[in-house]
């Protein structure tokens, strides 16, 4: 019964944490869309390369690797450092 009541309260909590940062980013996205892009760009990138064993084979002219081309555009963020 208490791990039960722990794990709801638990649950509560992580769900009014997670619709704060949805109302930050959604406020944050509206103010910069270039920014949005980016940050949505590198969770693609993220969820492309998780292991070391994945392999990708993407032409480097398409949208995917727009950001490392055009050195993440005017929106306030950090291009990634290149070699």
Do not use: C, H, W
């Not at 406020?27 to 392999?55: H, I, M, N, T, W």
Request: hydrophobic fraction near 40%.
């Amino acid at each position: 019964m208490i791990l039960a009541e722990a794990y709801r309260e638990a649950q509560k909590v992580k769900g009014e944490g997670d619709a704060k940062a949805a109302v930050l980013y959604a406020e944050s996205f509206g103010r910069d869309p270039q920014f949005a892009q980016f940050l949505r760009s590198l969770d693609a990138y993220k969820a492309s390369f998780r292991s070391k064993s994945d392999v990708i084979v993407v032409d480097p002219s398409t949208e995917f690797f727009k950001v490392m081309r055009n050195g993440g555009g005017s929106g306030g963020a950090a291009a990634p450092a290149r070699k």
